[in-house]
């Protein structure tokens, strides 16, 4: 059982600018179309079982359209997460509707969202995301979606600060906690109940097993979920860095199986 927790997808006709805007601007050179057809396709040839995939609104005027794309797909090896912003007028129903639809959650990423996660305006969202039973997705660290002056918006420190005030609140927080910010990571997250995904775009070959897996043991091997930041990563077997980096850990097998996909079927149950 291989599941990534952690790719994007979208619909064909602006998914070339996409990836392409996302190779210029930011340097993340394309490993797939981008497309749901495409990742698909990919999933055959990695070997994966299910894919998460995670919708970003990056104004509130695209938030309705984003959704009803992502609630148009009916493939039963793609988990969906929404998307709302505070300041989108209607984000209450609209995670009511995105809950009738089979939706799981939703997605803030800071780097293209002016979302602080710890910022009072998002409090009623995650009140409404605990009583409706649903997940939410974290970017966590620096990232090239952000001006180099300024200071990261979603950081470890700043996500514990959310997890102290909503225990309840079902986190998944994207690389290792923070990209980046590992250091920040092991002082503010460590063995909190909050899962941490593995995806650590453009590369995770430049990490340290050792501290990885140090820093798997430390918060618990049954809080890590695999992700690949696809179509920006490498998905699985015998395709990538990604895969290959887990699967050479010092953990034991058990531990490896659990990160790929074990965690993964348990919290979303596709």
């Not at 501290?211 to 091997?221: C, F, K, S």
Request: glycine share 10%.
């Amino acid at each position: 059982m291989i599941i990534d927790c952690h790719t994007h997808i979208f619909p064909d006709e602006i998914a070339p600018k996409v990836v392409e805007a996302n190779e210029k601007d930011l340097g993340l050179k394309p490993y797939g179309t981008g497309t749901l057809n495409g990742l698909l396709h990919y999933m055959d040839n990695a070997g994966m079982d299910f894919s998460v995939v995670l919708g970003v609104a990056p104004a509130a005027r695209l938030v309705k359209n984003t959704n009803n794309w992502f609630l148009s797909l009916t493939n039963r090896r793609v988990i969906v997460f929404g998307t709302v912003t505070p300041d989108y007028e209607n984000w209450k129903e609209e995670i009511r509707r995105l809950k009738a639809g089979g939706v799981r959650g939703i997605k803030i990423n800071s780097l293209i969202q002016d979302i602080v996660p710890d910022d009072p305006i998002m409090y009623p969202i995650y009140e409404t995301l605990i009583e409706e039973g649903m997940l939410i997705y974290f970017h966590s660290g620096k990232g090239e979606g952000e001006k180099s002056q300024i200071p990261a918006r979603s950081t470890p420190k700043r996500l514990r600060k959310v997890h102290d005030d909503f225990p309840k609140l079902g986190m998944i927080i994207a690389h290792f906690g923070g990209f980046g910010m590992l250091d920040e990571v092991k002082q503010h997250l460590m063995g909190q109940d909050v899962f941490l995904d593995t995806s650590y775009c453009p590369t995770i070959k430049d990490l340290d097993p050792r501290e990885i897996a140090n820093l798997i043991q430390v918060h618990g091997p049954h809080r890590i979920v695999y992700g690949t930041d696809y179509p920006w990563g490498k998905q699985g077997v015998s395709q990538g860095w990604e895969y290959d980096f887990i699967k050479n850990l010092p953990l034991s097998h058990g531990e490896k199986e659990m990160i790929l996909g074990e965690n993964a079927f348990r919290l979303f149950n596709p």
